[in-house]
């Protein structure tokens, strides 16, 4: 209804630039066309009409316009025919979409034959911004000082909080001043109620620390044991922001397509809101982690911690660990049960990709809240649970669990091209012990076109759940990787045969980036747990780029 035509608040002559403009206002579109002097209608010309979704604009204020050499000619006629200037502007910041999902703010000020219809444009339009109601008013914002090149604190002042002051968003700044300082501060200090949002401002390690802190607040506020892997999460209420200033910003690529700290500042300040998954890994009824992306044993474990190790190295560890990984070529005796999701859409082989609007999301997430009261208690979960388990045994170079695509600029389609965001599930993908011809055959897939699943050593599933245990691991609670690593310093050279007894018998768990402590884990898929201030990433088309059409 609110889209029809029809509906119009506002429709006045108005001028831009010197330029006759007719402007329309409705509850969600403001377009200003260029009176033409001739009918002639050129619907690809990009000045001759623009229009912007109120849901994107950013604010509007009021402009006393002053009388510059440009502005001569038509605005004198306005001032003789008054007898004194009463011309009055008001200017409207936007959000114009750029290439590669970046998004920037633009502005358009419009002129007004007088001061009342003016003031008329602007109220109006402030009413229609405050019945959005998705906005954020506080924020509660955390700067990593130290992430990345250090430019935190620099970026956020220079570029998101004058953003932030002009869509009237207040905030209450954090610097951080050692590691864990944000995820502390928010398990206990914090005063959530206060905030319609939290920010952060730092990389990946920034964004776990939020999530962690948050999460378990959460969930100590609603008497939800963290640590028992059976209990259903409770949702977190606030939204989290991601400002990228880290060196590795992976998860604010995935949700909003850029990383950039203006587009997220936008997305942020639009009221944008993206559900998303997120697995806890147990050890033991107790919680390790929380993983949003990657969980990876096996060749993607030791990537991490022999790069951990060369932190003197900078960004090229992961080149170097990677392709010394590779040749090392490591395998790893375990056994992986897992449930796979039943009832849902979408399958990690096949052709959709998860963007804004995701109907899989919506269609699984409905799901998931309708199936999750069975899974509230331990009881019901075993009882129906358990017959459906499957398990896979044997050798592997690498086990991983993506719960997002995890496409980056190095893998752009990503570990699994078809992950989803928010459908309560993660894919879980196995790679059997092969030769290291056909490793680097699953590996180059990753970046062309063929299916990286599509070869007899790898397995794909959709699952809500599993377990992993390693082989000798027959009471796993004593497990500990260290001192698996310490062996690792004394028989590097002799990976793949056991019989020597130097071969590591552990590998180590990558979870987004850290490294686990414990090899045997119990991972569950908590369906859509958190929202950030991201829509996920948007389809572009051309004609969107190049024209912005009116849609009236
Ligand atoms: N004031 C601080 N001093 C030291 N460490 C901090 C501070 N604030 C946050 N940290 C820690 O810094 C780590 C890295 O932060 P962040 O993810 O923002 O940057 P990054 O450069 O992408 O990191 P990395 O490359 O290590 O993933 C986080 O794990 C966080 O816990």
Redesign the pocket.
């Known amino acids: 209804m609110e889209k029809r035509p029809g509906r119009l608040l506002l429709l006045s002559d108005l001028s831009v630039r010197n330029t006759a403009y007719e402007v329309s206002l409705s509850r969600s579109l403001l377009t200003w066309k260029k009176r033409l002097p001739s009918p002639v209608y050129h619907p690809f010309k990009p000045s001759m009409c623009r229009s912007v979704t109120v849901s994107e604009i950013i604010c509007v204020r009021e402009e006393e316009e002053e009388n510059s050499s440009r502005d001569e000619g038509s605005w004198r006629k306005i001032r003789e025919g008054h007898g004194r200037d009463c011309r009055q502007a008001f200017t409207v910041s936007y959000v114009e979409r750029g290439r590669n999902h970046r998004w920037r703010c633009a502005e358009v000020t419009f002129v007004c034959p007088d001061a009342v219809l003016c003031q008329r444009w602007v109220q109006c339009i402030r009413e229609q911004l405050a019945a959005l109601g998705c906005r954020p008013k506080h924020l509660l914002v955390y700067i990593?000082?130290?992430?990345?090149k250090k430019r935190?604190k620099r970026i956020y002042e220079q570029k998101v909080a004058p953003l932030f002051a002009r869509a009237g968003i207040t905030t209450h700044v954090i610097v951080?001043?050692?590691?864990?300082?944000?995820r502390d501060h928010l398990r206990t200090d914090a005063e959530l109620k206060q905030f319609d949002g939290v920010v952060c401002v730092?990389?990946?390690?920034?964004?776990?620390?939020i999530i962690h802190g948050l999460i378990w607040r959460t969930q100590m506020d609603s008497a939800v044991n963290p640590n028992s892997p059976e209990e259903a999460l409770q949702a977190c209420p606030l939204r989290i922001g991601i400002i990228p200033?880290?060196?590795?910003?992976c998860i604010c690529f995935a949700t909003v397509g850029a990383n950039d700290p203006v587009t997220s500042a936008l997305h942020i300040i639009v009221g944008d809101s993206q559900p998303m998954d997120v697995c806890s890994v147990h050890h033991n009824n107790t919680l390790l982690r929380y993983s949003v992306s990657l969980l990876g044993y096996g060749f993607f474990g030791d990537v991490l911690s022999d790069s951990e190790r060369k932190r003197w190295m900078g960004p090229a560890r992961y080149d170097f660990s990677g392709l010394k990984m590779f040749l090392t070529h490591h395998y790893y005796e375990g056994a992986v049960a897992y449930l796979p999701a039943k009832g849902i859409m979408g399958t990690p082989r096949d052709k959709t990709r998860c963007r804004t609007g995701c109907v899989v999301c919506e269609h699984n997430g409905k799901v998931f809240t309708e199936k999750g009261e069975k899974y509230k208690s331990a009881e019901s979960f075993d009882a129906e649970g358990e017959e459906e388990w499957q398990s896979v045994r044997g050798k592997f170079l690498a086990i991983n669990a993506a719960s997002m695509s995890c496409a980056c600029p190095r893998t752009p389609k990503g570990l699994s091209p078809a992950a989803h965001l928010a459908d309560g599930t993660t894919d879980l993908i196995v790679v059997r012990k092969c030769s290291r011809f056909n490793f680097l055959r699953h590996l180059i897939r990753h970046t062309s076109k063929d299916d990286q699943f599509d070869l007899g050593f790898v397995e794909v599933h959709r699952v809500n759940r599993f377990r992993f245990l390693p082989r000798q691991c027959q009471s796993d609670s004593d497990l500990n990787l260290r001192d698996a690593h310490k062996r690792q310093i004394f028989g590097p050279l002799c990976r793949d045969h056991p019989a020597c007894s130097c071969g590591p018998h552990y590998s180590s768990w990558n979870c987004d980036?850290e490294v686990l402590k414990h090899a045997a884990i119990d991972v569950r898929v908590h369906c859509q747990l958190i929202k950030l201030f991201a829509r996920g990433i948007e389809e572009t088309t051309v004609f969107e780029e190049v024209t912005n059409p009116c849609a009236i």
């Not at 990593?144 to 990345?148: K, M």
Request: net charge negative; proline share 4%; no cysteine.
């Open positions: 990593n000082p130290v992430g990345g935190g951080t001043e050692y590691a864990n300082h944000a730092g990389g990946d390690g920034m964004f776990s620390e200033a880290g060196s590795t910003d980036g």
